[in-house]
């Protein structure tokens, strides 16, 4: 059988390298695959995979050195994958010098199916200062979605709450909240090492790397991994006093997404790509944040992905081959979502006016193009807003009219507080079929409204569920396939 794929062992400084956090794979899909691991000191990752536990017959791949200068973390892709098949990886780290090579760390993970498989997504982990609690059990949400046994993970965003100190201690009503803490996670983030320090905070909980070794993760950022609704030059600062060593946001953004390209088996480019999972799925990520204009006041004029990625967007989806196109977007589509003082401005799509005005304008250029190009078989799926829902959008309930109905499925918190729910705005023609919302507002993991969605993926049709983490169905939704 295969070793136990997280355990974490820690040898004398002067012994050899060790794998600190064991393997993480990503990004699966068109005979490729993405494999991380993060050493105790620089020294190169040496692979193998096989199609069975026993390493018969092992692929042997010599990637990267882990360094200080890359977090001593390091991505090695897999080539010539086959689908169909459970892969299984063994990874050491080796001194340049070849004096000494770690005990190895071990991973497995699905390849495409033509016929079935899972998908699951949620968004928002250690937000709201809700850390790794011992007495709750740590991130049991990672536990929950692992038990749910899917081919892959979508991180829909807010990866990390670098704005959201983490204290050894929180009072919750006429509870506490206990967490593990340091020094990095117990302030805002403003150096590269206080963002690396975030990521490694989650990978320190057992149920996120047991998930790791077993799921490969889809990785994609939205706000909170620089700042809560931030945008490019934003001068944190006059906001928020906490920012006295960086304030400006492009510049925390530069370390943030270095952090997240170092802790994360993710592309070294930019967010958004399009993973072809087989015959059956393209998904397809989008990146909210690199790209938008200044949060706007109302139904200003303003951009949420650039020209630039509303081409891309359009005719990725649009040249899609596979049978369902699965669109990961970190911001909800409708859901008018305030930020600023009083809230008056608007952080995603929707402004709360009927007529197309503000971000809407690229969401209409986009709905319009894919009905010309007789785009189907799409499903959105997002985070965010820390409530569990389905929306279903359609052009007969709208002002803006010319698309095709579809649904978009909203999921989390998987770890952090649980608000909601948001105001929905007109012109697109949503309706919410379902919203499993707290009565109050931040309500506590320990509270129940925590939550991951999954999606089984057949030729015929996706079946979805939005998913307590206590394992149970909050509400399920079978969508048909459109010839």
């Known amino acids: 059988m295969m070793a136990a794929a997280c355990t974490r062992r820690v040898t004398p400084a002067s012994s050899v390298p060790h794998v600190t956090h064991g393997l993480q794979v990503g990004d699966v899909g068109g005979g490729r695959a993405l494999v991380w691991a993060r050493a105790s000191e620089?020294?190169?990752?040496?692979l193998e995979w096989d199609t069975t536990d026993r390493f018969a017959q092992p692929r042997a791949v010599v990637g990267g050195m882990a360094t200080p200068a890359t977090g001593l973390a390091t991505t090695v892709a897999l080539e010539g994958v086959p689908d169909g098949q459970t892969i299984f990886v063994r990874g050491r780290f080796q001194r340049e010098a070849a004096n000494g090579t770690s005990e190895p760390a071990f991973a497995r993970f699905q390849?495409?199916?033509?016929?079935?498989?899972?998908?699951?997504?949620?968004?928002?982990?250690?937000?709201?200062?809700?850390?790794?609690?011992?007495?709750?059990?740590?991130?049991?949400?990672?536990?929950?979605?692992?038990?749910?046994?899917?081919?892959?993970?979508?991180?829909?965003?807010?990866?990390?709450?670098?704005?959201?100190?983490?204290?050894?201690?929180?009072?919750?009503?006429?509870?506490?909240?206990?967490?593990?803490?340091?020094?990095?996670?117990?302030?805002?983030?403003?150096?590269?090492?206080?963002?690396?320090?975030?990521?490694?905070?989650?990978?320190?909980?057992?149920?996120?790397?047991?998930?790791?070794?077993?799921?490969?993760?889809?990785?994609?950022?939205?706000?909170?991994?620089?700042?809560?609704?931030?945008?490019?030059?934003?001068n944190l600062a006059l906001e928020d006093a906490r920012y006295t060593i960086e304030p400006d946001a492009s510049v925390l953004a530069a370390f943030a997404r270095r952090a997240m390209l170092e802790w994360t088996p993710t592309p070294k480019g930019v967010v958004q790509r399009v993973i072809h999972y087989g015959p059956l799925v393209d998904i397809i990520v989008m990146d909210c944040r690199s790209f938008r204009t200044p949060n706007p006041e109302g139904a200003a004029p303003a951009e949420m992905l650039g020209a630039g990625q509303v081409a891309w967007f359009i005719d990725a989806v649009a040249s899609s081959k596979a049978r369902w196109k699965v669109i990961a977007c970190d911001q909800p589509l409708g859901l008018v979502i305030g930020d600023g003082p009083g809230d008056l401005r608007r952080e995603g799509f929707a402004d709360g006016s009927p007529p197309v005005s503000g971000r809407e304008v690229e969401l209409a250029k986009i709905f319009a193009a894919l009905q010309a190009r007789k785009v189907k078989n799409m499903v959105w799926v997002t985070a965010d807003v820390h409530y569990a829902a389905a929306h279903r959008y359609d052009p007969s309930r709208a002002t803006f009219t010319s698309f095709d109905p579809f649904w978009e499925l909203i999921a989390g918190p998987i770890h952090a507080g649980s608000f909601g729910p948001n105001k929905l705005d007109p012109t697109f023609g949503p309706e919410a079929t379902f919203v499993w919302a707290p009565d109050g507002q931040n309500a506590a993991p320990w509270d129940g409204f925590q939550s991951f969605g999954t999606i089984d993926v057949t030729a015929d049709a996706l079946s979805c569920a939005l998913v307590g983490i206590d394992g149970k169905p909050r509400h399920t939704l079978d969508i048909s396939y459109v010839a």
């Open 42 to 46: 620089a020294s190169r990752l040496l």
């Open 111 to 234: 390849t495409p199916r033509a016929d079935k498989f899972r998908i699951a997504w949620t968004g928002d982990t250690c937000g709201q200062g809700y850390g790794r609690n011992p007495e709750f059990g740590g991130l049991v949400g990672y536990k929950a979605m692992r038990e749910a046994n899917p081919a892959m993970w979508i991180h829909s965003g807010d990866m990390i709450y670098a704005d959201n100190p983490i204290l050894a201690e929180m009072k919750v009503g006429d509870r506490i909240w206990k967490n593990v803490t340091n020094e990095h996670v117990a302030r805002v983030a403003q150096t590269l090492e206080d963002y690396r320090a975030r990521y490694q905070y989650s990978l320190d909980d057992e149920h996120v790397r047991a998930l790791a070794a077993e799921v490969p993760i889809v990785a994609q950022w939205d706000d909170h991994e620089i700042h809560n609704n931030w945008w490019p030059h934003q």
